[in-house]
């Protein structure tokens, strides 16, 4: 069993930054972030492996990194140049399991 929670939400302007964290209860293999706007399907962003190796979705590519610490048990997604299409709650989930977080929300307006 492990409990992931999600945290650093909130409302930003366009071009604006945003740093999510996902805190595991436990050691944590490779995670991944997922987003979901209203009305649309939860959609992949980005994953990290347990050696850092990365995947991001070409939507965000250049724009948000994905980082761990493992010493800390927690995942990363810094989120810069922020668009109003990056509104979602934001979901971190450990890849290959049924665990996921409660999810963050994530608001670009201005």
């Known amino acids: 069993q492990v409990q992931l929670v999600e945290s650093g939400g909130g409302l930003v302007q366009p071009g604006g930054s945003l740093r999510l964290s996902c805190a595991a209860s436990?050691?944590?293999?490779?995670m991944g972030w997922y987003r979901q706007a209203p009305g649309n399907q939860r959609e992949f962003v980005a994953q990290?492996?347990?050696?850092?190796?990365?995947n991001y979705a070409d939507s965000v590519k250049g724009r948000f990194t994905i980082s761990r610490d493992d010493a800390e048990n927690t995942v990363y997604l810094q989120m810069n140049s922020l668009k109003a299409e990056d509104t979602a709650v934001y979901y971190c989930n450990a890849i290959g399991t049924s665990y996921w977080g409660q999810g963050t929300q994530v608001t670009v307006s201005s």
């Open positions: 990290i492996t347990t050696g850092g190796n990365t």
């Open positions: 436990r050691r944590i293999f490779s």
